[in-house]
């Protein structure tokens, strides 16, 4: 094949166009966003939009999930906590993982391209296969994101009810982790975070073209949205399921305050043994991530590919 299976629309960048124009006059001189933003800079800033919009609307969803995996209870008692939490509560601990995700999916798209540019010239008439550098990439990328777990870390914090009293809002969680425990408690929930995002990069870049190739063949600019949010949702459900059980390992670590840190083997234990050692009760609450994952990677993976064709 000409084009690697590791590639998509995203990595075969499309040229510039020649501006925006209305009745035959241009609005922006041709090229002014892409000549601003740089070849490879559109990637960071169409990943950190893509990830933007799909936290606004997927938050009430995200926050029931949460409380699933960290309770192991059934999703109309978390939307039932969330009821009796308030309307006001609903959207506590949005900063963080809009902070978190519109940085994180920055870097994993723009990473991404970056490390592949990079690695594929090094690696250009040493016989490595294209899939090869593309893949190492992926894992290089995935792993970069993990520098922002302490969001995630204060996300945990500010979803988790029985910690409301103690914390306020992202700042004050923040201070209270630097102040009383240090950088290294900011962290906790590091371990699950490398093993998810690796790997699950490597899928995630690998397997889109190849299911994007199986879909019917788009003729205009809506098709090539469904496509793009069929291929993106498709993935990161599958994705959600198969790490479904760090997740939980994460979320559980991560409610933890001050203390030994625990192996992610050992916590994994706890919750087996507290959920009676049932499959079933591990992955309480993995329906609705992959509803979740679903709608959410559609967006983040149809906005990206929509703004990366506008820019």
């Known amino acids: 094949m000409a084009i690697s299976t590791m590639d998509s629309e995203s990595t ?22 892409g000549s601003r ?30 409380r699933q995996q960290l309770h192991g209870v059934l999703v109309t008692e978390a939307v039932q906590q969330l009821q009796r939490d308030g309307l ?36 250009c008439g040493s016989g490595v296969p294209e899939l090869v550098t593309r893949s190492f990439a992926a894992a290089l990328a995935g792993t970069a994101e993990a520098i922002l777990t302490p969001f995630e870390r204060v996300q945990t914090l500010l979803q988790d009810h029985r910690h409301h009293e103690r914390f306020n809002n992202t700042a004050h969680t923040f201070r209270t982790l630097l102040t009383e425990y240090g950088i290294r408690e900011c962290y906790r929930g590091l371990v699950p975070i490398l093993l998810r995002n690796g790997p699950s990069n490597v899928l995630f870049f690998g397997l889109r073209g ?46 933890q305050v001050g203390g030994a840190f625990q192996p992610c083997r050992k916590v994994l234990l706890t919750v087996w043994r507290e959920r009676g050692g049932s499959v079933a009760m591990l992955f309480r609450g993995a329906h609705l991530n992959y509803h979740r994952s679903l709608l959410s990677w559609g967006i983040i993976n149809a906005t990206y590919e929509l703004l990366l064709k506008l820019l």
């Open 210 to 255: 190849p299911i994007k190739e199986l879909l019917p063949e788009a003729t205009n600019k809506v098709g090539h949205l469904v496509n793009d949010f069929v291929c993106g949702g498709v993935l990161g459900a599958a994705l959600g399921i198969m790490f479904y059980p760090l997740n939980v390992v994460k979320s559980r670590a991560q409610s």
């Open 37 to 66: 933003l740089g070849p490879q800079g559109k990637h960071y800033v169409c990943g950190s939009m893509a990830a933007f919009t799909n936290i606004l609307v997927t938050f009430p969803i995200q926050k029931v999930l949460f």
């Open 12 to 33: 075969r960048t499309p040229q510039p166009r020649a501006g925006l124009t209305k009745g035959g006059s241009s609005l922006l001189p041709a090229g002014v966003l």
């Open 88 to 123: 006001r509560n609903l959207y506590r601990g949005l900063l963080p993982p809009l902070l978190q995700k519109s940085t994180t999916v920055a870097i994993m798209f723009g990473l991404y391209e970056d490390f592949s540019r990079v690695l594929h010239g090094h690696a």
